[in-house]
């Protein structure tokens, strides 16, 4: 058994959010899954990007989000899920007045060196 803690990960940040990688192939060796938490201030967003070959599930804990998948927009508040299947593009943009904070399950794990959001280079698995 692995176990990590949030607080034992480094943070990357981009502009108006912040993103924690909790498992993956180089915090505990998985190879079929990643799990991230990310943090979007308020007024923030991520802009539409992919995922590459993989599913992608969104788990919304706190706050009210706007996200965007191909060119279908919905709100989402805590306690709601989304799904995001293979290729689809997805935006993100915090529209209440807290941070909004959400867990995201992508599987399998991709594999890129930067991450197409923030720019932040991630070794590879």
């Known amino acids: 058994m692995k176990v990590v803690k949030l607080t034992e990960v480094k943070e990357m940040k981009g502009k108006g959010f912040t993103l924690w990688q909790l498992i993956n192939p180089n915090t505990v060796g998985s190879k079929n899954?990643?799990?991230?938490?990310?943090?979007?201030?308020?007024?923030?967003?991520?802009?539409?990007?992919?995922?590459?070959?993989?599913?992608?599930?969104?788990?919304?804990?706190?706050?009210?989000?706007?996200?965007?998948?191909?060119?279908?927009?919905?709100?989402?508040?805590?306690?709601?899920?989304?799904?995001?299947?293979?290729?689809?593009?997805?935006?993100?943009?915090?529209?209440?007045?807290?941070?909004l904070r959400f867990v995201v399950a992508i599987a399998p794990p991709i594999d890129i060196e930067t991450c197409p959001v923030c720019g932040i280079k991630i070794k590879n698995p």
């Open 33 to 99: 899954a990643m799990l991230f938490v990310v943090t979007i201030e308020p007024g923030g967003k991520i802009p539409v990007h992919k995922h590459g070959p993989a599913d992608v599930t969104i788990y919304v804990l706190e706050g009210r989000g706007a996200f965007l998948v191909g060119e279908e927009r919905q709100s989402l508040e805590p306690e709601t899920a989304l799904y995001v299947p293979v290729g689809v593009g997805i935006g993100l943009e915090n529209i209440g007045g807290k941070p």
